[in-house]
């Protein structure tokens, strides 16, 4: 895959849109009498659009799911279109493993994966161009070898693959359930039992749409976490977890649902700070090793990260 370059001397300027609103939009979602006079965006980029403040009423900012009453100027200022394909950039990557195939690499804390909405530079895509010539094509041009992902504030081991047979490959163990993926956590509480299963369904929270959710008897995608103890504590008890699916914020909130939150992750409702402790500005939770099949060779390959110094000095506060 050719790198992308984005030139740095050109600039989109916005015009800001003005709508109003009429009697007969009274009742409507802000958002959705947006999609309805402006459906050349998508909804998802409206709603973005509004949380950033780019969408005024009346002068004010408004909340996506703000109701009309009708009467209300509207203005909108659109936001530069993003990129549409990843470009390189000279960051720090920890690799730890390679080979024709593979790349398996040790992503930080505090790093998106791939460009989304607001994270257009200083990705792991990002990194990636610059330090490898050819990337697997299969995810496109924004995910280019992305095979699978880490939520940005979850440390460990990455793959990524360098050609389209490898990353079709690797999908298919993932889809298949044949790559071995454990993960250390430190969740609050004192967990009782020395192993545990959770299999409950996860889908996108109807009221936080930020968050996921794990209720049972509700419908969503099925998620199975089966965890074992390795320490405990008075207040926290550390984890190894291991992953049959892949579900958005399956550890998290699997975890959450039975009452031992991960340690930092306050959209789960862990506490901000833990008294006698210093701050953690990320998740206690990290990918510690994946093994999988070989691409080419179909041999067992795994792949470890050690804790990262930060969460080791957090035990150690312990």
């Not at 992308?4 to 050109?10: F, I, K, T």
């Not at 909405?117 to 094509?137: D, I, K, M, P, Y």
């Not at 460990?156 to 050609?163: F, H, I, Q, T, Y």
């Amino acid at each position: 895959m050719n790198r992308a370059a984005m030139p740095a001397d050109v600039k989109t300027v916005t015009v800001p849109l003005i709508l109003a609103a009429e009697a007969v939009d009274a009742g409507k979602r802000l958002d959705r009498f947006l999609q309805e006079r402006l459906p050349q965006y998508s909804r998802a980029r409206l709603q973005a659009w509004i949380r950033a403040g780019r969408v005024k009423m009346n002068d004010s900012a408004g909340k996506p799911s703000q109701a009309l009453r009708g009467g209300e100027r509207i203005q909108v200022e659109p936001a530069e279109p993003p990129p549409l394909a990843a470009f390189a950039e000279d960051l720090p990557l920890e690799i730890l493993y390679e080979d024709a195939d593979v790349i398996a690499l040790n992503k930080p804390a505090g790093m998106v994966v791939h460009a989304g909405a607001g994270h257009w530079s200083g990705t792991v895509v990002n990194a990636l161009l610059h330090r490898f010539a050819q990337l697997s094509g299969v995810g496109g041009g924004l995910r280019p070898g992305i095979v699978h992902r880490l939520d940005r504030d979850t440390s460990g081991v990455l793959l990524v693959a360098r050609v389209d047979a490898a990353h079709r490959a690797l999908a298919a163990q993932f889809a298949g359930r044949s790559v071995e993926k454990v993960y250390l956590a430190l969740v609050h509480g004192r967990l009782k039992q020395d192993r545990g299963r959770i299999d409950q369904p996860i889908r996108r929270d109807p009221v936080r749409r930020t968050r996921m959710t794990a209720r049972p008897g509700r419908a969503g995608r099925s998620a199975l976490t089966e965890y074992s103890v390795l320490r405990r504590w008075e207040r926290f008890t550390l984890l190894e977890v291991r992953i049959a699916t892949g579900r958005t914020h399956q550890i998290r909130v699997h975890l959450s649902g039975v009452g031992h939150p991960v340690v930092g992750d306050r959209l789960y409702g862990a506490p901000a700070r833990v008294e006698g402790l210093p701050a953690l500005d990320r998740f206690f939770l990290h990918a510690h090793r994946v093994r999988f099949a070989s691409p080419s060779t179909g041999r067992q390959v795994t792949v470890e990260a050690p804790l990262p110094a930060e969460l080791q000095r957090w035990i150690e506060g312990l």
